[in-house]
């Protein structure tokens, strides 16, 4: 496995919560920054979260107290909790491994509507 590979998307009410999840292999965990970033139809892509093999976080202000970025080191897995759900959050989610690599996943998507 070379790519990071992401899983738990879907269909979610405003309001409602999803989990992300991302499996990489040993290597690729053990010694890089893994992040959430997201791409909208006409935007950029732009950084949700990361957190570094350190176990230090940071969040987009746009999702700050409702995200939670966590990583299982034994599991070579990052997380990303979702809480509070809104429309605008609906997006390709991407995973993200590195620095000091430069990985990307496939990107699962991710759509907040009633």
């Known amino acids: 496995q070379v790519q990071p590979v992401e899983s738990g998307g879907g269909l979610v009410q405003p309001g409602g919560s999803l989990r992300l999840s991302c499996a990489a292999s040993?290597?690729?965990?053990?010694?890089?920054?893994m992040g959430w970033y997201r791409r909208t139809p006409g935007k950029q892509r732009e950084l949700v979260a990361s957190i570094t093999s350190g176990g230090s976080t940071n969040y987009a202000d746009s999702v700050k107290g409702r995200f939670t970025i966590s990583r299982d080191n034994a599991k070579n897995t990052v997380y990303l909790q979702m809480t509070s759900l809104k429309p605008e959050d609906t997006a390709v989610y991407y995973c993200k491994a590195g620095p000091p690599a430069t990985m990307w996943g496939q990107g699962t998507q991710v759509t907040v509507s009633s």
């Open positions: 040993e290597i690729i965990f053990r010694f890089n920054t």
